[in-house]
T-cell receptor, first 113, second 113 residues
Framework: DVKVTQSSRYLVKRTGEKVFLECVQD?????MFWYRQDPGLGLRLIYF???????EKGDIPEGYSVSREKKERFSLILESASTNQTSMYLC????????????FGPGTRLLVL | TQLLEQSPQFLSIQEGENLTVYCNSS?????LQWYRQEPGEGPVLLVT?????EVKKLKRLTFQFGDARKDSSLHITAAQPGDTGLYLC?????????????FGKGTKLSVIP
């Protein structure tokens, strides 16, 4: 079974703090994704990566950066957290030969005060 | 931007009833996925449909891909409380080999015992 894990299930941070969200997948998938999910807005793609050290902006990259130093790990960084970044953050991965099939982690619910 | 419209947005039914939820677009998709997401968890992949007119069954769940590959439906027979959750459809609209999926906003299903 594909396993995607996220470092925290719940996080509470203060405005202006730097926040790191970590995601690890154990299936040697090439592609990894970060989404945020908000009521009424659905899932929105923040960044994705199709290879180590490669990254592409999604639909809403502003205020975020990412890092992919190893194939299995994809980190999302909030350089200076703001209250409008309070959300559910979901990481996903997909293999090169079945790119339309994404496997999700359990999510991190982030509250920025 | 390719859009996937899901309907209804909310659905509350009694245990044992049948239901259908829909996923529609004006765009053609090379494949379409259905996910179920339980509260506080990440989406879990249920099925991928690829061929126009394709029907797939997963126990009491029946998935159909429209002939023109622009729409899909999910039918649940004799709904159970365990079917409660957010049902998301997602499509690959930019051709085979695309990394990115377009997600609908979901149908929130409540099955009352």
């Amino acid at each position: 079974d594909v396993k995607v894990t996220q470092s925290s299930r719940y996080l509470v941070k203060r405005t202006g703090e730097k926040v790191f969200l970590e995601c690890v997948q154990d299936m040697d998938h090439e592609n990894m994704f970060w989404y945020r999910q908000d009521p009424g807005l659905g899932l929105r793609l923040i960044y994705f990566s199709y290879d180590v050290k490669m990254k592409e902006k999604g639909d809403i990259p502003e205020g975020y950066s990412v890092s992919r130093e190893k194939k299995e790990r994809f980190s999302l960084i909030l350089e200076s957290a703001s209250t409008n970044q309070t959300s559910m953050y979901l990481c996903a991965s997909s293999p090169l030969d079945l790119q339309e099939t994404q496997y999700f982690g359990p999510g991190t619910r982030l509250l920025v005060l | 931007t390719q859009l996937l419209e899901q309907s209804p947005q909310f659905l509350s039914i009694q245990e044992g009833e049948n239901l259908t939820v829909y996923c529609n677009s004006s765009s053609v998709f090379s494949s379409l996925q259905w996910y179920r997401q339980e509260p506080g968890e990440g989406p879990v992949l249920l099925v991928t449909v690829v061929t126009g007119g394709e029907v797939k069954k997963l126990k009491r769940l029946t998935f159909q891909f429209g002939d023109a590959r622009k729409d899909s439906s999910l039918h649940i027979t004799a709904a159970q409380p365990g079917d409660t959750g957010l049902y998301l459809c997602a499509g690959d609209s930019s051709g085979a080999g695309s990394y990115q999926l377009t997600f609908g906003k979901g149908t929130k299903l409540s099955v009352i015992p």
